[in-house]
C-alpha cells in the first residue's frame, strides 16, 4: 500500500514498552511495517509559538501536498502518450517516493534544525511558494502554445464541410487570377458520383467542359473541382443545392496557406524545444516539494507531540505502513487499545463509539491517544 500513518508517543519507559507491544502485535498479526522516524531536537521557543505555528504548518501541509500532486497531474499532461512511464519522472531524490519516507532523513544542510523553528517553517513556505509561481507560469506557456497546436490539428480533423482544405488542394487545382473564370469546390456524397460526372457541366451555363477532378475523399463523399465563369456562380451553386452538390466556401490564398503551414511547423517546434526542459523542470521540483512535504510532516509530528506530551522534549516517532488496506481497521484497534493510558477518556470513546461521554465531542478519525498524521502516495499513482 502506498499509505503510512506516522505517530509518535512519550519517550518514557512505560511508553517505550508500549511501543515494543505495538510493533509486537502489528508484526505477529502482519498488519504494517513499522520503522523509526527520526526527528531532529528543534528550538522549542514558546508555547504560544507552538501553538501558533501547529496551526500554519496545518495548512502548509495541504498546500504541499496539493502542490505536489497538481505537479504529478502536470507531468502526466506534458508526457501526452508516454504518460504511462509518468512514474519514473516522479521520484525524490532519486529514489521512488516510498524509499525515500522508509528512510527518511532531516536534511540538515537544507533546513538547519539550530534555526528557531518559525525560520525552519518559512524557508520552507517560501521555497514552495516559488516552485509554485514557477509552475503556473511554466505550465501556463506549455498549455497556451499546446492548446494553439491543438486547434490548428483540429482544423485538419473532420469531415469535408469543417475541416480545413490548406493541406489537401494546391495552386495547380485553381484557375487563378483569371477575370472570368472561377475553380469552386464541391462536395459529392459517394453514391452521387456518377451523378456528378454526368450532370456537373450542364447544372449551369458557362461551365467549362471537363474541368472537374477529384482531389480527395472522406467516407462520406468526395472533395471536386469545377470551373466556371464568374457570373454564373450564385446559379450553380443553387442548381448544385438541389442536386445534393454542395459549394465549399474556399478562397486559395496562397499566402495564407504558407502562413498557416509555418505557423504549424512553429508550434510543433516550440512545443518539441520546451518539452524535454519542462519535463526536466518538472522532475527535479517534485522532488524539491514532496521533499519539503515530509520535512512538513516532520514538523507537525515535533510540534504536536510538545504541545500534548509537555516539556522537555521527549517523544518517540514511528513510521508505519498497513500491510493490507482490509487490516487498516484492525492495526487502528491496536494502536488506540496500547496507547489508550495517553488519554483514557478518548481512548474510551474511540473504542467504544456507542459510548456517550457527557461534554466530550469527538470525531472518531480525527482524534486519537497518540499524535498521528496520515501520508498518502496513491494519488500519485
Do not use: C
Amino acid at each position: 500500500m502506498s499509505e503510512f500513518w506516522l505517530i509518535s508517543a512519550p519517550g518514557d519507559k512505560e511508553n517505550v514498552q508500549a511501543l515494543e507491544r505495538m510493533n509486537t502485535v502489528t508484526s505477529k498479526s502482519n498488519l504494517s511495517y513499522n520503522t523509526k522516524f527520526a526527528i531532529p531536537d528543534f528550538k522549542v521557543g514558546t508555547l504560544d509559538s507552538l501553538v501558533g505555528l501547529s496551526d500554519e504548518l496545518g495548512k502548509l501541509d495541504t498546500f504541499a501536498e496539493s502542490l505536489i500532486r497538481r505537479m504529478a497531474q502536470s507531468v502526466v499532461e506534458v508526457m501526452e502518450d508516454s504518460k504511462g512511464k509518468a512514474q519514473e519522472h516522479l521520484l525524490a531524490n532519486g529514489v521512488d517516493l516510498t524509499s525515500f519516507v522508509t528512510h527518511f532523513e532531516w536534511d540538515m544542510a537544507k533546513y538547519p534544525a539550530k534555526q528557531p523553528l518559525v525560520s525552519v517553517v518559512d524557508t520552507i513556505a517560501k521555497q514552495l511558494a516559488q516552485i509554485e509561481m514557477d509552475l503556473k507560469s511554466r505550465t501556463a506557456a506549455y498549455n497556451t502554445l499546446k492548446t494553439n497546436l491543438e486547434n490548428m490539428e483540429k482544423k485538419s480533423m473532420g469531415n469535408l464541410f469543417t475541416r480545413t482544405l490548406s493541406d489537401i488542394v494546391s495552386k495547380e487545382d485553381f484557375v487563378l487570377d483569371s477575370e472570368y473564370l472561377i475553380t469552386l469546390l464541391v462536395i459529392v456524397p459517394k453514391p452521387n458520383y456518377s451523378q456528378w460526372q454526368k450532370t456537373y457541366e450542364s447544372l449551369s451555363d458557362m461551365v467549362v467542359p471537363r474541368s472537374t477532378k477529384l482531389i480527395t475523399e472522406d467516407k462520406e463523399g468526395g472533395l471536386f473541382t469545377v470551373t466556371l465563369f464568374r457570373k454564373v456562380i450564385e446559379d450553380f451553386k443553387t442548381k448544385a443545392k438541389e442536386n445534393k452538390f454542395t459549394v465549399r466556401e474556399f478562397y486559395y490564398d496562397e499566402k495564407e496557406i504558407k502562413r498557416e503551414r509555418e505557423e504549424m511547423a512553429r508550434l510543433l517546434s516550440d512545443k518539441k524545444q520546451q518539452y524535454g526542459p519542462l519535463l526536466r523542470w518538472l522532475k527535479v521540483n517534485f522532488s524539491e516539494a514532496f521533499i519539503a512535504w515530509i520535512h512538513i510532516k516532520a514538523l507537525r509530528v515535533f510540534v504536536e507531540s510538545v504541545l500534548r506530551y509537555g516539556l522537555p522534549v521527549n517523544f518517540q516517532a514511528v513510521l508505519l505502513q498497513p500491510l493490507k488496506k482490509s487490516s487498516t481497521k484492525r492495526l487502528r484497534e491496536v494502536l488506540n487499545s496500547v496507547f489508550r493510558h495517553l488519554d483514557e477518556v478518548a481512548a474510551t470513546s474511540i473504542l467504544d463509539a456507542s459510548v456517550e461521554i457527557p461534554g466530550l465531542q469527538l470525531n472518531n478519525q480525527d482524534y486519537f491517544p497518540y499524535v498521528y498524521f496520515h501520508i498518502d502516495l496513491s494519488l500519485l499513482d
